[in-house]
C-alpha cells in the first residue's frame, strides 16, 4: 500500500515511524541548567550490596538480549549495499555480533529462532528529489515547467503487459497504469528547479524491481498573442511551430533516470544523468537524487517497545567496547570499528530511518560515556561535536533527544571539569600525557562554543570561571594531600621544620611544572592562567602553614634549628620571586613571610661571619705570599687574596638571599653586613702584615722585596673587590627603597663612612709598603743626578753618556718592580719617583754655584728629564702624561729650556713674547701710533711712513707734550748695521700729525726671522733733562704686506711681481711691567756676556719709566 508524499519545508526530525521513545521528562519552558546545578542522572535502584554476577546477568537479560534480537532481525532483512568496501554474509555477520555481545551458542540459537518468528517489514524506498541543472527548456521563453512522475517497477508485470515488444513508447512512467506513482510540484518557468520533497514507495522485493524517474514540462494552453509576445530570437520561433504541430495540452519529455533496487546502496546521495528516449538530445542536465531503505511495520516486540534511537545507542556502545577489549594494550581508540560493526550500524540506522543527526547525536552519547571508563582519543569527541553542531543549523531534533543531548553535553562538562582539577595526577608533565589534556580542553571549549549547549543551557556559563575553580580546588586538594604524606614523625622543632621544608620542595616544583608544561596548555586551550591561580593558591596556604609551624617554635632558637629554618626561608623566597611571571600582581602573603624568620635573623648573620672569618684565617697561615701565577699572563697577588674574596662572597649573596622587604630592618641589615666585611678586610690585613714578618725574618733582601710586593698587590686586590661592593650589595636600589623612612645624610654617613674606613686603612698599608719599595730607589737616583752636575765631567762627556748611567738604572729597576707590582700599585710607585726626580732635577738647576758654564749644564739637565719623561711614560703604560706634566714639571722644563739657550735666541724670545702681547692688547690708555708700511721685494727695502699718534699722555708742567717717535728694527744682532731713526719734535702737542718716511735697506730673511719687529717708542722731548717716556709699540716684520705669506719661489720671481700695496696699522702704546719677566732674568744673570747686559740695561729703563710702577 502506498503512502502518501511527504512534502519539503519542515526541517523537524521526526521520530521513526512505529517506534515510540521511551518515558518523557517533564520540564518547564524556563528550565535552566548550570554547572552544579544541573539535575542529577537518572540511576537504576540497584542495591549496593548487589552480586555482580547477577548484575552482569539481568543487563544481559534486559540489556543486551532485545539489542542482540534487533541485529539478528536486521541481518535477516538487509537492503541495498553497505558502504563499507567489505562484503559479509549473513552467517559472518551472526558470528560477529555473538562475539561482540558473549553469547553462547544456545542463546544465539534461541534468540536467532525468535527473530525468525517475528513479523516481516514493509520494505521501503525513501526518495527525496532535491533539485536539478541545466534542463532543457521546451517553452517559446526558453524555459520549462519542470515536474518528476516517480515509480517503482517490476520486470516481470512489464514483460507481461507486452510492451517490450512494440516500438519505444515516449513514457514509461506517465503510461503506465499504475497506482503507486507520485509527482513533485510544477516549478514555473526554470531550468534549475529546487524541490526538495521526500516520498515513500513499498516494493516486494529487491529481484526485478527498478526505480523510474520522468522529468516532464508541464504545458498548459495559451493564446496565439501571448506566444508571440514571447518569441524574441529565431529558436523561440522553432520552439512555437514545433508546439503548434503537436496535440493542445501534451506535456514534453525532459528525461528519466532508471536504477536497479539491488543495484543502490542502503543510502544514496547522488547527482544522476537525465537520460533521453532517443539520441536527438543526449545532454540533458543532471537531477539530484537521496535514496534510502527504510523498514515499515517493524516488529515491536523485539525490544520491547524501546525507540530504535536508544538500541542504535546500545548497539553503538556495545560494538564499540567489544573493539576496544581486542585492542588491549593499543593506543586510545581513535573511532575505529571492524568492517561487521560498520556495516550492521549502517543497515540498522537506515532501515529504522534514523537521520545523520540522530546517529551522530547517539555517537556522542556513547563516545562520551566511554570516554569516562575507556581509553578513548579525544579527537573522536572533537569530530562529533563537530557534526552536531553542523546538523543542528539543518535539523531540529525531538524533544526527547534535545534533552538527552543537553545531559549529555552537560555531564561531560562535569567530568572533564573534575579530570582538570586532578590534572596533575592524571596527565602528569610528560610529552605523552600533555596533548591529552589540551585536547579535553578544547573539547569542554568547543561544547561550550555549540549552540546546542547554548541553546539547551542558557544560564550564563563561563567556561574561564568554572576551569579556574577546578585549578584552585584541584591544588587546595593536592596541597592538603601532600601535607599529609609530609607530617612529622615527632613534635621535635627539626622533625617539624624537616616536613615543612619537604612540603616546600613539593610544591616549588609543582610551580615549575605549572609554569614549564601546564600553563602553556592552559593558555592555549581555555586563555586560563593557570599559573596565576596555582601560584595565589599555595601562596595563601604556604603562608598560613608557615606561620603555624613557626608560631610552635617561638622562644626555642638555637643555632641548629637556625641553620634549617634558612633552608626553609630560602625556598619560600625562591617561591615568593617566582611572582615575576605573573600576569595579574595581586597582594600576596608570602610577602611578609619574612616576619615569621626575625627571631632566627641574628641567628644567620652571625654564623655568616664567623665562618667567613675561620676562612680567611685559614687562608692566610697557608699563604707563602708568591704570585698565583707568571708568564703570558701573570697573576701577581698571593692564593690569600683570592680565597678571601671567595669568603666574602658568601656573605654577599647572603644579602640577594634573604631580600628583606622591610625597608627600615634592610637597611640596618645592610649597616650589618657591610660592618662585618669591613672587620673582616682589616682583620686580613692584620694577619697578612704578621705573614709578612714572619716569611721574612731569615730571608735575603730581593726575596724580602719579593714579598713586600705580592703584600701591596694583595692589598691592592682587596681595595679593588671593596670599591665593587656597593655595586655587589645594590646600594643604590637600597637607597630608592629606603628614601622615605631613612634620610639621605643618614645613608650617606653610614654605609659609605664604614666602607671609606676600610679602603682608608688599605690604602696607608699600601702607601707604606710602597714606601719601603721607593725610598731606596729615591736615593739611588738623586745621587745620579747630583754626579752630573760635577764641572770636570763636562769637557769628557756627551750630554747622552752622562744621562746614561740613571737611565740604565731606572730601567732595570723599574722593569723589576713592573714585572712584580700590579698596574695600580706600578703607578703609584711611579707618581711619588717621577715628582721626586722633577724635584732633585729644578735644585741642581738652580744652585748659584753653578752659574758659570750653566747653559752647557742645562742642555744636559734637559735632555735628561726628556729621557725620564719617555721613561715613566713608557709609550702610554706608564703615567699619563697629565700627571708628568704636573705644575712643577712646567716650571723646570721652562727654567732648563731658558737656560739652554744662548743670549741672542733668548732676546728674540723677549721680542716673541713682546709681539704676542702687542696682538692681545686692549685699549690705548697711553695713546696709539698710526703707520703705513710696506715691503718692496725687489729693492729689499722697508718703507715705513709714521702719519700720527694720538691721545698721548701730557709729560711737562703745562699740560702737553713735544712728542717724537723713534723707530728701531730688533733683534739689534739681527740687523746690527741698521741704526735707529726719529720723526720731528712736535710741541706741545697730544695728537701730532708727523707724515715722515723712512726706508730700511733689509732683507726678506732678515724680516722672517724670529723675533723680527719694528719698536716704535714715542718719547717727550726735554731740552735739560733726559726725555720720558710715552709708550712703545713692536710691530711685527711677518705682518707688513709683502713679508709674510710668500713662497721661496715667489721671493726668486720678485722681480717680475709688483709690490704689495701698503697697509695702515694703529698700534696702541704699551708700558711694560717690571721685572715680570723671566727672560731678562736670565740675561741679567749672564754677567760675563756684554750684549746680554746692555740689552737688559736698556729694558730694565725702560721699566722705571714705565707707569706700570704706579698701577694697583
Request: hydrophobic share 35%; net charge negative.
Amino acid at each position: 500500500m502506498a503512502t502518501s508524499p511527504q512534502q519539503g519545508g519542515s526541517n523537524t526530525l521526526q521520530t521513526p515511524q512505529g517506534h515510540h521513545f521511551g518515558r518523557q521528562r517533564k520540564s518547564s519552558t524556563g528550565h535552566v541548567r548550570k554547572l552544579g546545578l544541573t539535575r542529577k542522572r537518572d540511576r537504576r535502584n540497584v542495591k549496593e550490596d548487589e552480586n555482580p554476577e547477577e548484575k552482569a546477568q539481568r543487563h544481559k537479560e534486559f540489556e543486551l538480549k532485545p539489542l542482540y534480537k534487533e541485529l539478528l532481525y536486521t541481518i535477516a532483512h538487509r537492503l541495498g549495499t553497505a558502504s563499507c568496501p567489505e562484503a559479509f554474509t549473513q552467517v559472518q555477520l551472526q558470528q560477529y555480533i555473538q562475539e561482540a555481545f558473549s553469547m553462547t551458542a544456545l542463546e544465539h540459537s534461541s534468540l536467532l529462532e525468535k527473530a525468525q518468528n517475528t513479523e516481516p517489514p514493509v520494505y521501503c524506498l525513501m526518495v527525496t528529489v532535491k533539485e536539478a541543472k541545466g534542463i532543457l527548456g521546451k517553452d517559446v521563453s526558453g524555459f520549462s515547467d519542470p515536474y518528476c512522475l516517480l515509480t517503482i517497477m517490476v520486470d516481470e508485470k512489464q514483460s507481461r503487459s507486452g510492451q517490450a515488444k512494440s516500438k519505444p513508447c515516449k513514457s514509461l512512467v506517465k503510461d503506465a497504469d499504475l497506482d503507486n506513482i507520485y509527482q513533485t510540484d510544477i516549478k514555473k518557468q526554470t531550468l534549475n528547479p529546487i524541490w526538495n520533497q521526500s516520498f515513500i514507495m513499498e516494493f516486494g522485493d529487491l529481484a526485478g524491481a527498478s526505480f523510474h524517474l520522468e522529468m516532464w514540462d508541464k504545458d498548459e494552453e495559451v493564446s496565439l498573442s501571448q506566444k508571440l509576445e514571447e518569441i524574441k530570437t529565431l529558436n523561440s520561433l522553432r520552439r512555437m511551430i514545433k508546439d503548434a504541430k503537436k496535440e493542445k495540452g501534451t506535456d514534453d519529455f525532459l528525461g528519466r533516470i532508471s536504477l536497479k533496487l539491488q543495484d543502490l546502496h542502503c543510502t544514496e546521495d547522488l547527482w544522476y544523468n537525465l537520460e533521453p528516449r532517443t539520441e536527438t538530445y543526449p545532454n540533458r542536465g543532471q537531477c539530484h537524487l537521496n535514496l534510502k531503505f527504510i523498514h515499515k511495520s517493524r516488529d515491536g516486540t523485539l525490544s520491547a517497545g524501546r525507540s530504535a534511537y536508544i538500541n542504535y545507542c546500545g548497539i553503538l556502545q556495545q560494538f564499540v567496547q567489544a573493539y576496544i577489549s581486542k585492542q588491549q594494550g593499543s593506543p586510545p581508540w581513535k573511532g575505529e570499528l571492524c568492517g561487521e560493526a560498520q556495516v550492521l550500524l549502517e543497515q540498522y540506522a537506515t532501515q529504522n530511518d534514523l537521520s545523520p543527526f540522530l546517529q551522530d547525536l547517539a555517537k556522542w552519547v556513547a563516545y562520551s560515556k566511554l570516554y569516562q571508563i575507556l581509553e578513548v582519543d579525544s579527537s573522536v569527541l572533537l569530530q562529533q561535536l563537530t557534526s552536531i553542531e553542523y546538523h543542528w543549523h539543518q535539523q531540529e531534533l525531538p524533544y526527547q533527544q534535545k534533552q538527552e543531548l543537553g545531559d549529555s553535553l552537560h555531564g561531560f562538562l562535569q567530568y572533564g571539569l573534575c579530570l582538570v582539577s586532578k590534572f596533575r595526577d592524571i596527565f602528569p608533565p610528560m610529552p605523552s600525557s600533555t596533548p591529552k589534556l589540551h585536547t579535553l580542553l578544547r573539547i569542554l571549549v568547543q561544547i561550550c562554543k555549540t549552540q546546542a549547549f547554548q541553546k539547551l543551557n542558557p544560564a550564563q556559563f563561563e567556561l574561564h570561571e568554572e576551569v579556574t575553580d577546578a585549578i584552585r580546588s584541584g591544588t587546595e586538594e593536592w596541597f592538603s594531600v601532600k601535607k599529609g604524606l609530609h607530617q612529622p614523625m615527632t613534635k621535635e622543632p627539626s622533625e617539624i621544620v624537616s616536613a615543612l621544608s619537604r612540603l616546600i620542595n613539593e610544591v616549588q616544583e609543582d610551580i615549575k611544572h605549572n609554569e614549564e608544561v601546564y600553563n602553556r596548555v592552559f593558555v592555549s586551550a581555555v586563555q586560563v592562567d593557570a599559573i596565576t591561580v596555582v601560584y595565589q593558591s599555595f601562596d595563601s596556604l604556604l603562608a598560613r602553614e608557615t606561620k603555624e609551624t613557626l608560631s610552635v617554635m617561638r622562644g626555642q632558637m638555637e643555632q641548629p634549628l637556625a641553620n634549617s629554618l634558612f633552608l626553609v626561608y630560602l625556598s619560600l623566597q625562591k617561591i615568593h620571586k617566582d611572582k615575576a611571571f605573573l600576569q595579574k600582581m595581586e597582594a600576596l602573603e608570602l610577602t611578609n613571610c619574612h616576619e615569621d624568620f626575625r627571631e632566627a635573623l641574628p641567628y644567620w648573620l652571625s654564623q655568616a661571619f664567623s665562618t667567613t672569618q675561620d676562612r680567611v684565617e685559614r687562608a692566610v697561615q697557608v699563604d707563602l705570599l708568591q704570585p698565583l701565577q707568571t708568564g703570558a699572563v701573570p697573576i701577581k697577588h698571593s692564593s690569600s687574596a683570592v680565597d678571601l674574596v671567595a669568603c666574602v662572597q658568601p656573605i654577599c649573596h647572603l644579602w640577594e638571599q634573604l631580600c628583606w622587604p622591610d625597608p627600615e630592618e634592610a637597611f640596618m641589615l645592610m649597616v650589618k653586613l657591610t660592618e662585618d666585611v669591613c672587620k673582616i678586610v682589616i682583620n686580613y690585613c692584620k694577619i697578612l702584615k704578621e705573614r709578612v714578618r714572619v716569611l721574612t725574618e731569615n730571608s735575603e733582601y730581593g726575596s724580602a722585596i719579593n714579598m713586600l710586593c705580592v703584600v701591596v698587590n694583595d692589598l691592592e686586590h682587596l681595595r679593588s673587590v671593596l670599591s665593587r661592593l656597593p655595586s655587589q650589595l645594590d646600594w643604590a636600589g637600597l637607597k630608592e627603597r629606603t628614601q622615605h623612612v631613612i634620610g639621605e645624610r643618614q645613608f650617606h654617613n653610614t654605609l659609605p663612612s664604614q666602607l671609606q674606613q676600610a679602603q682608608d686603612v688599605l690604602s696607608r698599608e699600601i702607601r707604606s709598603a710602597l714606601h719601603t719599595l721607593g725610598k731606596r730607589l729615591n736615593t739611588d737616583i738623586e745621587t745620579h743626578v747630583r754626579s752630573m752636575a760635577t764641572r770636570k765631567r763636562f769637557p769628557s762627556k756627551s750630554t747622552e753618556d752622562v744621562a746614561a748611567p740613571l737611565m740604565r738604572y731606572l730601567e732595570k729597576e723599574l722593569q723589576y718592580m713592573n714585572q712584580n707590582l700590579v698596574q695600580e700599585n706600578f703607578n703609584s710607585l711611579l707618581t711619588p719617583l717621577w715628582n721626586n726626580s722633577v724635584k732633585i732635577l729644578y735644585q741642581v738647576a738652580t744652585q748659584p754655584q753653578h752659574q758659570e758654564g750653566l747653559m752647557v749644564y742645562c742642555q744636559r739637565l734637559f735632555y735628561t728629564l726628556q729621557c725620564l719623561e719617555q721613561c715613566f711614560h713608557a709609550e702610554g703604560n706608564g703615567l699619563p702624561l697629565s700627571t708628568l706634566q704636573s705644575v712643577e714639571y712646567k716650571t723646570l722644563k721652562t727654567l732648563l729650556t731658558h737656560n739652554a739657550l744662548s743670549s741672542f735666541q733668548l732676546i728674540e724670545k723677549f721680542f716673541v713674547k713682546k709681539i704676542t702681547e702687542q696682538n692681545v692688547f686692549i685699549g690705548e690708555k697711553y695713546g696709539a701710533v698710526t703707520l703705513l708700511t710696506s715691503y718692496s721685494r725687489a729693492e729689499q727695502t722697508l718703507r715705513v711712513e709714521v702719519l700720527n699718534a694720538v691721545n698721548l699722555l701730557p709729560m711737562d708742567s703745562n699740560g702737553f707734550s713735544d712728542p717724537f717717535v723713534q723707530l728701531c728694527l730688533e733683534p739689534n744682532h739681527i740687523f746690527p748695521l741698521i741704526e735707529a731713526r726719529c720723526t720731528q719734535i712736535k710741541s706741545c702737542d697730544l695728537n701730532p700729525l708727523f707724515e715722515e718716511v723712512f726706508n730700511f735697506m733689509v732683507s726678506l730673511e732678515q724680516c722672517r726671522a724670529p723675533g723680527a719687529c719694528l719698536m716704535l717708542t714715542v718719547l717727550d722731548h726735554d731740552t735739560l733733562r733726559t726725555d720720558d717716556f710715552e709708550g712703545e709699540a713692536f710691530l711685527p716684520l711677518k705682518s707688513i704686506p709683502g713679508v709674510g705669506g710668500v713662497t721661496q719661489e715667489e721671493v726668486d720671481r720678485a722681480s717680475i711681481q709688483p709690490d704689495a700695496p701698503p697697509a695702515q696699522i694703529r698700534l696702541p702704546l704699551m708700558h711694560p711691567k717690571p721685572n715680570e719677566d723671566g727672560v731678562l732674568r736670565l740675561l741679567e744673570s749672564r754677567r760675563g756676556e756684554r750684549e746680554a747686559q746692555v740689552f737688559v740695561k736698556k729694558r730694565r729703563l725702560r721699566e722705571r719709566q714705565s707707569q706700570e710702577n704706579n698701577q694697583p
